[in-house]
C-alpha cells in the first residue's frame, strides 16, 4: 500500500531550542517535482516536509513561526495553521466481555440484516479514518485488510483507544458469539489511523489520511470526527476524494446544537450524519443544520471494543458507521455508482422520524431494494 511520508532533516539534540517545531500547512497551485518542492521548503527553513501528491499539498514543519518570506515562492496558494481536532462521545457504558447472540438494535433498525441475502458489501473497500483498528478482535480478525498509521507509518495502525474498533464493528462486524454483527458483514475494513490513544489528532494526519485513501483507492471513508473550525485545506482533500468517487460520510457533531453541524460534515460532498436513539426520535446530543442529510441509530450501540470485548457508546460517530455500512452494501451491488448517487439512494429511502420532518432515517432495506428491482 502507497503512503507519503515524512522526508526529514538531521533532528536536533533534545536541549537544543530547536526541536519545538511549527506545523505548517500548504496548497501548492503548480504541482512540481518533489525535489524541486523540498528545495523551496528548505530554502524556506522547513526541517521536516511531508508531501501529500493527490491533493496538492505539502505540509512542513518549522523551528519558527513565522514565515512572512513565503510569498515570494512561487505556485503556493495559501498557507493555513496545523490545529488540532479530538474525539468526544457523549456516552461510554461498561465493558461487556460475553453477549449472547443477537443483532446489535441499530442494525435491526434500519433493516440491514433483511438484505445479507442480497449483499453483505462483499470486498467493498471501507476505511476508517480514526484510533486504528483492533484487527484482532474475534468480531474483525476476518474482514480487516490491512492500512496504515499516519502517526508512526513505521508501526500498525492498532487501536488503544476502542473508538475505531466501535466504529468497524458497526460497519463490519462479524461474531455470533459476541452478538456483533455489522451492517455490512463481509466488508473490507482498512485502519487509517489518524488519532492517538487519546482521541487527539492534528489536522495535517488528517490531510495525510485522506491522501491515503485516495491512493489506495478506498470506495467509503468513514469519518467519525467533527471540528467547529472551518479548513481550506480540509475542503480541498474532500473535494479531491469525492471527485475521485470516494463515498465520504461524516459526523454532524454531539454538541445539541439543533442550527449547525461540525465539519467535515458541513461540507457539501460528504453525506452528514446525525444520530437517533432507541425511542425513533432524534438524540438529545445530535447536532442538526445546513448540509445533514439524514440520520441513523446512535444511542448505546454495542459493538467491537479492546481485549475482544464489546462495550456500548452513543454519538452521531456511532450513526455514521451505520451509513457507511449501507454504502458498502449498495457498492457490492454497484460498484459504478457516484458518490451523488449513493447520496440520492440514501435520502430518498429514508423512513420517518418521530418529532421532525427535516430529514428522514436511514434504512438499508429499502436502499439495496432500490438496486435490485
Request: glycine share 8%.
Amino acid at each position: 500500500m502507497k503512503m507519503s511520508g515524512w522526508f526529514d532533516s538531521p533532528p536536533p539534540h533534545r536541549h537544543d531550542p530547536r526541536h519545538i517545531r511549527f506545523r505548517k500547512i500548504f496548497f501548492v497551485r503548480k504541482w512540481n517535482d518533489p525535489r524541486t518542492l523540498m528545495r523551496y521548503f528548505r530554502q524556506m527553513g522547513c526541517r521536516s516536509v511531508r508531501l501529500l501528491p493527490k491533493l496538492g499539498i505539502v505540509i512542513g514543519e518549522f523551528v519558527h513561526d513565522d514565515l512572512r518570506d513565503s510569498e515570494r515562492y512561487v505556485g503556493l496558494e495559501y498557507i493555513e495553521p496545523d490545529i488540532k481536532v479530538t474525539i468526544t462521545d457523549p456516552y461510554v457504558g461498561a465493558v461487556i466481555s460475553e453477549q449472547p447472540y443477537t443483532v446489535p438494535w441499530g442494525v435491526r433498525e434500519i433493516e440491514a440484516n433483511r438484505v445479507w441475502s442480497i449483499s453483505r458489501g462483499r470486498a467493498v473497500k471501507v476505511a476508517v479514518i480514526d484510533t486504528g483498528i483492533a484487527h484482532d478482535h474475534p468480531a474483525i480478525r476476518n474482514n480487516y485488510q490491512g492500512g496504515i498509521n499516519i502517526l508512526s507509518p513505521i508501526f500498525s495502525p492498532y487501536d488503544y483507544n476502542g473508538h475505531g474498533t466501535h466504529v468497524a464493528g458497526t460497519i463490519a462486524g462479524r461474531s455470533n458469539e459476541l452478538g456483533i454483527l455489522g451492517v455490512a458483514p463481509r466488508a473490507h475494513l482498512y485502519a487509517v489511523k489518524a488519532f492517538n490513544r487519546k482521541g487527539s489528532a492534528n489536522l495535517s494526519d488528517l490531510l495525510s489520511a485522506i491522501n491515503w485513501c485516495i491512493e489506495n483507492r478506498m470506495q467509503v471513508v468513514n469519518m467519525s470526527f467533527g471540528m467547529d473550525k472551518e479548513s481550506e485545506a480540509l475542503r480541498h482533500a474532500i473535494q479531491m476524494a469525492h471527485r475521485q468517487g470516494i463515498v465520504m460520510v461524516a459526523a454532524a457533531g454531539n454538541q445539541g446544537n439543533r442550527s449547525m453541524i461540525d465539519y467535515p460534515a458541513r461540507y457539501p460532498e460528504t453525506i452528514a450524519v446525525t444520530a437517533t436513539g432507541k425511542n425513533g426520535q432524534l438524540a438529545s446530543f445530535s447536532n442538526l443544520g445546513d448540509g445533514t442529510d439524514l440520520a441513523a441509530p446512535g444511542d448505546k450501540i454495542r459493538s467491537a471494543w479492546l481485549n475482544g470485548s464489546t462495550r456500548e457508546m452513543s454519538g452521531t460517530s456511532m450513526a455514521v458507521p451505520h451509513v457507511a455500512g449501507t454504502v458498502a452494501l449498495l457498492l457490492y451491488l454497484r460498484s459504478d455508482l457516484t458518490p451523488e448517487q449513493v447520496r440520492k439512494i440514501l435520502t430518498r429511502t429514508c423512513g420517518p422520524i418521530n418529532g421532525t420532518e427535516q430529514l428522514g432515517m436511514l434504512n438499508a432495506y429499502r436502499c439495496v431494494r432500490v438496486l435490485v428491482r
